[in-house]
């Protein structure tokens, strides 16, 4: 539909060589001031350009995101789901980040950056390893905290909204959380160095991130030891995880205006039950 149209020009690769080459490729090519990324599998609303570009005025902000939302939504109970995570991980997470200007990964279906920063960063971001060998994962977190050691803001807007296919079954939905989890543990590490010149908060923001889940998984394995062993249940873990759950929920439901987002207290059960199983 675009290929005839002068204002676009399209790069056909001979192979397919990854998300993080094309991306280089692409950029490499580029003109324009401000170089958008998005997703295959995401439709944007009419205003998002125009909506980042102006955060983008800012000569100290290297990159911005917008708001993302599950296309897919309403096809199984896992999408509604995803939805809720996607809403709690943009208006809670990020939004807190970026009061600090250091949102710490801008997300790859909506992402806007500087083009004059980038290219002064793709060489380390071509050459990144990952255990000896070219990295082909986590390219979104990476880029950004390149962005953030380059001495660049970051942050997010709210009202550019886009929406994305989000996985409808277990399996490769949690394949896709694998991936980022491995992201999010091995860029941290390259982001403990940064964390210093940062906000104090976002510094206890990153290692949260980090130690929450793995301390919920061991509180759930301690837990299930303490009933096979002595058949006890250990209510006090239960309801303090639970309720810590129930209250983080209750305010995104009130901050969302929808009922539903209570729902989402089952999601950190049901995603560590399915990686267990």
Request: hydrophobic share 45%.
């Amino acid at each position: 539909a675009f290929a005839g149209d002068p204002r676009f020009s399209f790069i056909l690769l001979d192979k397919n060589v990854g998300k993080r080459k094309e991306q280089i490729a692409a950029i490499r090519r580029s003109s324009g001031d401000l170089v958008l990324n998005v997703d295959s599998d995401t439709t944007l609303a009419s205003d998002v350009v125009t909506k980042l570009a102006l955060k983008m005025q800012d000569p100290a902000v290297g990159a911005a995101m917008g708001q993302l939302t599950a296309s897919n939504r309403s096809d199984t109970w896992l999408t509604r789901l995803i939805d809720m995570e996607y809403w709690l991980a943009c208006n809670e997470e990020r939004a807190a980040q970026a009061r600090f200007g250091a949102v710490m990964c801008c997300c790859g279906p909506c992402a806007m950056y500087r083009r004059t920063a980038l290219l002064l960063l793709l060489d380390q971001y071509e050459t990144q390893l990952f255990r000896g060998k070219p990295s082909d994962f986590g390219e979104d977190r990476h880029l950004t905290i390149l962005m953030l050691k380059a001495g660049l803001r970051t942050e997010y807007v709210p009202d550019a909204i886009a929406a994305t296919v989000v996985p409808d079954r277990l399996g490769p939905y949690l394949r896709q959380q694998l991936r980022w989890a491995r992201s999010t543990f091995r860029d941290t590490l390259l982001a403990l160095r940064l964390l210093p010149s940062l906000n104090r908060y976002l510094t206890l923001d990153v290692v949260g991130q980090n130690l929450g889940p793995l301390l919920l998984a061991l509180s759930v394995l301690a837990g299930l030891a303490q009933l096979a062993l002595t058949a006890k249940v250990p209510w006090s873990a239960v309801l303090m995880i639970a309720s810590m759950t129930i209250i983080r929920c209750s305010v995104a439901a009130f901050r969302a205006r929808q009922l539903g987002v209570l729902g989402f207290s089952l999601h950190p059960f049901i995603k560590k039950f399915s990686a267990w199983t």
